[in-house]
């Protein structure tokens, strides 16, 4: 992008010939098919989606072209839509923090091996992703089932069964360990490129471990880490086979929530569903925005 | 310059993230539990897409004609179109059906599959579908005819509607069945686990009453589904599952919430599977899963012989899926002869075994095997005095007041 933007600089200083103009035409055909892409994919479906936020839900599922702001002012005054998202925030929060807490220090390991077994450790944390993420849910499923494994080998010791399944924290167990290599990956990109004898000279000049940590590894993987967050922290606010799968459909997340908007409901109302996802994500971009300005704050 | 780099990562992020929602809804079919009274989970999956090629030389000429007279419908096979497109149910037609169909008429037959009312609507709604037959359930017959999406019937070209029990036509999404024929009905009630329970369960206290929830704690479901569910807590409460009075919603919501914490989760697709294996001991069911979680489904997983099924003394639901012609349709002489086809009692049978369902065909109820025709006996399809008490879900202004009543159950 940035080479790109170079000659778009000079074309005014060189005043208007065909040279410039040519740059220009030259530009806009490299420009084309990402610009192309992002405005059939992206902005197109998106403004249909304002459109019909602001429109009528008809009694049979259909959309009524009258203009109304009901729509907003139903998520805003609601008791029930505020803590759908406030709940689905809370999970997605509690995720990423875990998620961080395993994979920094994980990361970290991986680094610090020798680089036969550094890449077999990565290798290691990709390989879920070959097993389709549902199937791997399933697996999950088997794993805390009232009769499955764990339940079968507490039994096997004498220990009574656990109600593991179909609770908030098996939809926890699920997204974390969904999301965690999304978190480890970032980190370990930053991790690697940090230069491990800053630490030597960080304890040289007389900094303790935790403190030259804190004061000069840790702002220095800063970028791998907001990455991470970033990644694991928006899929998650989102899920809802997680939640419908390892929660037994109790635990209800704004995915769920819009799911049931669009398709379930008798009848569906896409207008609120539709209001519901746009400020959905503007509550993302917002908490996106602030946590870019306070990660990056470090590095003035 | 800072700025824009920021700009320009969030845009990514956000791309990635639009990504990968997108993935994520494309699993959405196969994992969340139906909302739809109607979806029969039945049989092995495949096959939902009948390989029409096989049906051979389409102009091949059918022998129709020597079928026995009476009351039989003479098929006029000039009139005949090359192709039918039906849109179904997922599971819910035998593919050997449209292949027979096929041989017999020349007709080459394609189904698609679609997994709730509304979606089947939406597609219709802008005319020129593609789809001549459609399978919409009660309520959403009467939508259809009313806003003329369905074409009106013609019953010189139905004789087999005959065949059909008097309590499953004229009903009131189709006074008079202008508009539709019953292809598949079926019940809501509890399916329960006989070695679980020291008497037979006849009532909704068996899922709302604190001290008999405590016994099962953890191993009861509801449906997933916004009407099922509260309805069934109506009922409980001696209401009519289609009350609107805030006052008794919020007494059915409080209902709900206080359930909430006994039950293994809320499932429409997976009760049969769970029942059978005993991860739960009772749960709300429509008869057709019922069924499936006695018998098991062959390949996938075995019956249990202590599965009963019971509309409880304060009431359940009932609900019928009918065969409907889409106006927009031009093969319409084609397919009332498949209409008329499908109401064959050799053909009724065949499907009724294929989705498990309760066929309102009475002809082709004799002809089911005597094992499925016990369970039905049983209560697995509703007698004559189990019939009054089943209530039909309906639709109005008044009832979108249950999608807030679930959200606020379900955000619980």
Known sequence: MATESAPLGQAPNSSLDTLARRERGRLFGLLFPGLFWLIVFFALPLVVILLYSFLTPGPTGNVIWKFTLDNYITLFTKDLYVNAYVRSLWIGLVTTVVCLLIAYPLALYIVQRSPRWRNLLLFLVLIPFWTNFLVRTYAWMIILANNGVINSLLQAVGLPRQTLLNTTGAVLVGLIYGELPFMVLPIYASIDRFDFTLLEAASDLGASRARAFLRVMLPLTMPGVAAGSVLVFIPTVGQFVVSDLLGGAKVDMLGNLLQRLFTRSNPPNWPLGSAMALVFMLVLTVAIIFYFRTTTEEDR | ?412
Request: aromatic share 8%; glycine share 6%; proline share 5%.
């Open chain 2, 1 to 412: 310059m800072e700025r824009f780099k920021l700009l320009a990562v969030l845009l990514v992020v956000l791309l990635v993230a639009a990504a990968c929602g997108s993935s994520g809804s494309g699993v959405t079919p196969t994992t969340a539990p139906s909302g739809s009274a109607t979806e029969p989970t039945a049989a092995p999956s495949n096959a939902t897409e009948p390989t029409a090629a096989t049906g051979g030389d389409t102009n091949a000429q059918p022998t129709t004609a020597s079928a026995p007279a009476g009351d039989e419908l003479q098929v006029d096979t000039s009139k005949l179109s090359k192709e039918l497109h039906i849109y179904n149910w997922a599971d819910y037609l035998d593919p050997q059906v449209l292949t027979d169909f096929e041989k017999e008429y020349g007709v080459k037959v394609t189904m698609e599959v679609y997994d709730n009312n509304e979606d089947m609507i939406a597609k219709i709604r802008p005319g020129n579908s593609g789809y001549d037959i459609v399978f919409p359930s009660d309520y959403a017959v009467e939508i259809m005819w009313r806003d003329k999406l369905i074409a009106p019937l013609d019953k010189t070209l139905l004789p087999n509607l005959k065949h059909m029990r008097k309590s499953n036509l004229d009903l009131y999404y189709d006074k008079g069945n202008l508009y539709s024929v019953p292809y598949n009905y079926g019940t809501t009630g509890l399916a329960y686990d006989k070695s679980k329970f020291s008497a037979p369960v006849d009532s909704w206290a068996a899922v709302f009453d604190k001290t008999q929830l405590e016994a099962n704690k953890g191993y009861v479901s509801m449906l997933d589904d916004e009407r099922e569910a509260p309805g069934a807590a109506l009922h409980f409460l001696g209401k009519s599952m289609n009350d609107t009075e805030p006052a008794d919603l919020k007494q059915a919501e409080e209902l709900l919430k206080t359930q909430k914490a006994y039950l293994a989760g809320y499932d429409s697709s997976n009760v049969s599977r769970r029942l059978a294996s005993g991860e739960i001991v009772i749960g709300q069911i429509y008869n057709n899963n019922a069924l499936q979680a006695r018998t098991g489904i062959e390949g996938d997983y075995s019956g249990n012989e202590n599965i009963a099924f019971v509309i409880p003394k304060e009431g359940g639901t009932v609900w019928q899926d009918n065969v409907s012609i889409v106006a927009s349709s031009p093969n319409i002489y084609t397919a009332h002869v498949f209409m008329n086809y499908l109401m064959k009692p050799e053909v009724s049978v065949k499907n009724t075994l294929f989705n498990l369902g309760v066929t309102p065909n009475i002809d082709a109820e004799k002809l089911l095997p005597a094992n499925i025709q016990a369970l039905y006996k049983e209560g697995f399809a509703p007698d004559d005095e189990t019939l009054k008490r089943l209530e039909w879900i309906v639709r109005n202004d008044k009832t979108v007041a249950f999608t807030d009543l679930w959200t606020a159950v379900k955000g619980q």
